[in-house]
């Protein structure tokens, strides 16, 4: 959009202190079901306002239950059709308030957090400022500068990891080879975290040799193990291999044995995608888990200011928060804003996944993916700094299932 035509139906205002997009109001939301058959499915969202502006967001859900929450009686559309789309803030309250009664936590936050986010693509656009200028919140004293990031990390999520050794040596490998300076290790059947922890050992070390020293190695267990003693047990034994953290080492419900497991390791301990929603259960996971790492989802727990308010709660404890987004590229686009202002998120999720979709490598334009030394550049754009490839969503749109 031009200049000019910006002026012709923004001509933003001050009002009582909150910036105002004077004639610009939200018209509907749409839920767009994605499918790439026998690999991936998808859910976005994508928000529209009567001045042709829109803007996208994502949930890891169902989609056909993020549309019901979205298009039901009383549902998102309705509480939010002709409102401001630049108060995100106000309009998170309402939402999170008139759906109480059926929501709260769960689904219904995770359709709520995509539209959040998809309304902070839209005020950013309407502002002429990329998200990440809209988002600031202090933290109280850091030693970083006061300043937007221009760059950040990724760490690079190898999934699955193979059920052979010689598959593991190649994906991880790839990994290595696209520059990622830190990669996350997962469970697989058969494999790390369900034969014993002799075989753990041996997995572990075998990926440490791959990536080498100087990389960052993370685990992640995806809730398989039921007991805190089996967790402390490998946890122990790996502790020479230098894992950066271990991640959903127990059933997310588990948070005593967290507490437990923490307790009992020298391994950061990590948890929070599975579930968790709104800094209400994340204080609860940071309180009595005693976790050392939270990972709200940027498409499960609520949209971005929850997360940069779960970010200063974690903050003010010490503690580190890295995002949970795995290969959904919305929300990957969102973690970016995120880390760029966050002081304690060194890293944000980024799929290196088996088998490969060009609904993962090139839903958006331009294509979202760090550069040979592992950076991704934060985006200057307004919005998000990404729109969808809209050849690939006509090509595999279903209807919300």
């Known amino acids: 959009m031009t200049k000019t035509g910006r002026r012709h139906f923004l001509g933003l205002l001050a009002c009582g202190g909150v910036l105002r997009a004077a004639g610009v109001r939200i018209r509907e939301i749409e839920t767009i ?13 994508r928000v529209r306002t009567d001045a042709g502006l829109d803007g996208i967001g994502q949930a ?53 957090g995509a539209v959040e986010t998809a309304l902070w693509d839209i005020a ?52 290595v080879e696209r520059g990622f300076r830190a990669i996350k290790f997962e469970e697989v059947a058969g494999g790390f975290a369900h034969l014993d922890v002799k075989n753990d050992v041996r997995v572990i070390r075998m990926v440490r040799e791959i990536i080498g020293q100087d990389r960052d190695l993370l685990i992640d267990v995806q809730n398989v193990w039921t007991d805190a003693a089996r967790a402390i047990a ?51 996971l940071m309180e009595r888990g005693g976790v050392d790492v939270v990972q709200p989802s940027t498409v499960r727990s609520g949209g971005m200011a929850e997360i940069v308010k779960i970010a200063e709660a974690a903050y003010r404890r010490g503690l580190l928060t890295i995002p949970h987004c795995w290969d959904h590229m919305v929300g990957v686009a969102a973690a970016v804003h995120l880390a760029a202002v966050l002081p304690n998120m060194p ?15 090139d839903l958006l334009v331009p294509r979202l993916e760090p550069d040979r030394e592992g950076w991704i550049e934060v985006p200057a754009r307004p919005g998000l700094g990404f729109t969808l490839n809209e050849d690939l969503v006509r090509k595999y749109r279903v209807k919300p299932q």
């Open 33 to 45: 079901a994605l499918e790439d058959p026998g690999k991936y499915g998808f859910t976005l969202v």
């Open 60 to 112: 890891e859900s169902p989609s056909l239950v993020i549309d019901a929450a979205i298009k039901t009686r009383g549902g998102l559309e309705a509480l939010l059709s002709g409102e401001d789309p630049v108060e995100v803030e106000r309009l998170w309250q309402k939402m999170y308030d008139r759906t109480g009664l059926w929501g709260r936590r769960g689904v219904t936050i995770a359709a709520i």
């Open 124 to 175: 950013g656009k309407i502002l002429n400022r990329p998200v990440c200028q809209l988002i600031w919140r202090s933290l109280a004293t850091v030693k970083t500068p006061a300043e937007i990031r221009k760059r950040i990390r990724p760490y690079g999520t190898v999934y699955p990891p193979g059920s052979t050794d010689g598959e593991i040596r190649a994906r991880c490998g790839l990994a």
């Open 234 to 284: 490998t946890a122990r034994a790996i502790e020479p291999f230098n894992i950066y953290f271990l991640e959903a080492a127990l059933p997310a419900d588990n948070l005593d044995g967290y507490r437990r497991l923490a307790e009992n390791t020298t391994i950061p301990i990590a948890a929070g995608d599975w579930g968790f929603t709104t800094r209400f259960e994340f204080e609860d």
């Open 347 to 361: 890293y944000i999720e980024y799929p290196v996944a088996f088998p490969p979709s060009p609904l993962i490598s």
